[in-house]
């Protein structure tokens, strides 16, 4: 594997090196062994099993976030030079991937541009080579290459692809298809059954019925062996005799994701869930390979939305510790890793209108993510012609921000009151979002107008970016940047992941690696 020069590996080290420190006063956060792991292991000292976590839009910034806000919130920290006392001070409550024994950075930019889409990115990371916005799984040229899954496969180990997006996304696509386009949902759909792969958990297919007209995909993996559950119950009634399986969840978003964890009820299936059904049916007999997309990071990040992200991050944690849970009891066979695609959003741990300082509790006033907040919300504003006052009662409601005139202006948290640049900027969202969609002009310079007009509601967005901005946090764009990944390894072969690597890297060293055969 190819690596980059001596300054890479100072460059590394000084990186794991600020990660320790900036774990130290956090308290045992995390199950994850922090001991350097394992590079032997399987009959051939090769991981036997692999675990490939993709935090899509996921950079170092995301999971700095949900360090800041879990010790902000798990310590009551007031924090401000304003107050400051011995046992009030700014803790980090780490997700466990933090506490991996290697941590690696990994380039992202695509072949044409610094800057890559997800399915770019998705090529990269699955089968190792660079290619164009929009393309899966094929060179800028459109050659077809296997990916990482498909070489595994065909060396006799099982795989899994689960994601808490839906299953034809970029990412999980990545992984098992080929197409020009990653718009050919119905394409993917049908590469998705010819991959003949094991497991395939979380969200559901778009398109799988083509232009209406064509063979149901759900019916045609049946057909072909699969067994298919989208109820809680035959998802738990899964087992070791369930053969092959495609298991989405019973009650998907407008998106066909799985439901956001701002939004989720106690009895919704996670992505935990899906991976730990996944571990459940591929077993620990044979080698396996299962891909996991944290893919709803990304939405969030587009959206601005500080809170819905955390938790999305957050979800991911969760569903990584079912891996290394299952790492340590094969701690000789099992390799894990965790990355981005790119990082989203441009987000950022300040802001200038806090000076040197964060106030991470006022996001645990939101009680909803983006995209409820725009189809319950936003939609019947529209619809009703809602006056923006009113509309702002609900935004007090959901997330916390008083306008100056309200009863609770004086009883809250004076930081949760808005100023009047505030509201007007608010206000000019609001507009912008009372328009049409087909009357909207997509020339706008109206605030990002090729991202808010359309994927993303302005009068979301600038709430969002409020709250943001009064707990201390920034965001640049509504779209992908070019920020490196980084790259946190545990087990078998982590030592591979330590360096500056470029992405296509990770895709390259687990097909040299992963050889593993039963004697």
């Not at 610094?114 to 459109?142: I, N």
């Not at 790119?342 to 909803?368: A, C, P, R, W």
């Amino acid at each position: 594997m190819k690596h980059y020069s001596w300054k890479s590996k100072v460059f590394a080290l000084s990186l794991s090196a600020a990660m320790a420190v900036s774990m130290v006063g956090c308290g045992n956060q995390t199950t994850t062994p922090n001991d350097g792991g394992s590079d032997t292991g399987g009959a051939d000292g090769t991981p036997k099993y692999v675990f490939l976590f993709i935090g899509d839009g996921m950079g170092l910034p995301q999971a700095t976030s949900l360090s800041m806000y879990n010790g902000t919130v798990e310590n009551d920290f007031v924090g401000t030079r304003e107050s400051p006392t011995p046992d009030n001070k700014p803790t980090m409550a780490p997700p466990s991937f933090l506490n991996f024994p290697v941590i690696g950075l990994a380039t992202t930019m695509d072949a044409s541009k610094f800057v890559t889409d997800s399915a770019a990115a998705a090529t990269a990371l699955a089968c190792g080579v660079k290619t164009l916005d929009g393309m899966v799984g094929v060179t800028p040229d459109g050659k077809r290459v296997d990916s990482v899954a498909e070489v595994l496969r065909d060396r006799g180990y099982k795989i899994g692809i689960v994601t808490s997006a839906f299953m034809n996304d970029a990412t999980p696509a990545g992984f098992y298809g080929h197409v020009p386009s990653r718009k050919d949902r119905y394409d993917l759909c049908m590469q998705l059954l010819e991959s003949k792969f094991d497991y395939f958990g979380g969200g559901g297919l778009k398109k799988n019925n083509g232009d209406g007209t064509q063979p149901d995909v759900y019916d045609l993996a049946v057909e072909q062996g699969y067994t298919v559950v989208n109820t809680r119950e035959d998802f738990e009634a899964l087992n070791a005799d369930s053969g092959k399986v495609i298991a989405y969840d019973p009650n998907l978003d407008m998106d066909k994701g799985i439901q956001y964890a701002i939004d989720a009820n106690e009895d919704d299936l996670m992505l935990t869930d899906y991976v730990a059904k996944g571990v459940e049916l591929l077993g620990d007999e044979d080698p396996f390979f299962m891909m996991v997309e944290g893919g709803k990071i990304d939405w969030a990040a587009h959206a601005n939305d500080p809170l819905t992200l955390i938790e999305e991050v957050s979800e991911l944690d969760r569903a990584i510790k079912v891996a290394t849970d299952f790492a340590q009891a094969h701690p000789d066979e099992t390799l894990i890793l965790v990355t981005g695609d790119h990082e989203t959003g441009g987000f950022s741990m300040g802001f200038n209108g806090t000076e040197y300082d964060t106030f991470l509790k006022v996001l645990s006033n939101q009680k909803i993510s983006y995209v409820n907040f725009q189809y319950d919300y936003i939609a019947k504003y529209r619809e009703n012609k809602t006056p923006f006052e009113e509309a702002m009662k609900d935004v007090q409601k959901l997330y916390g921000l008083v306008m100056p005139n309200a009863p609770e202006a004086s009883t809250v948290d004076p930081r949760l009151v808005l100023n009047e640049e505030e509201i007007k900027f608010i206000k000019e969202g609001y507009d912008a979002s009372m328009v049409a969609y087909e009357d909207r002009d997509p020339d706008s310079s109206e605030y990002h107008a090729k991202w808010s007009l359309y994927d993303y509601e302005p009068f979301q967005l600038r709430v969002t970016q409020t709250l943001s901005n009064k707990a201390g946090l920034g965001w640049t764009s509504t779209a992908h940047t070019a920020l490196p990944a980084p790259v946190y390894a545990y087990g078998v072969g982590q030592s591979n992941f330590e360096n500056l690597i470029d992405n296509t890297d990770i895709s390259k060293t687990l097909q040299e690696i992963c050889t593993y055969s039963a004697k």
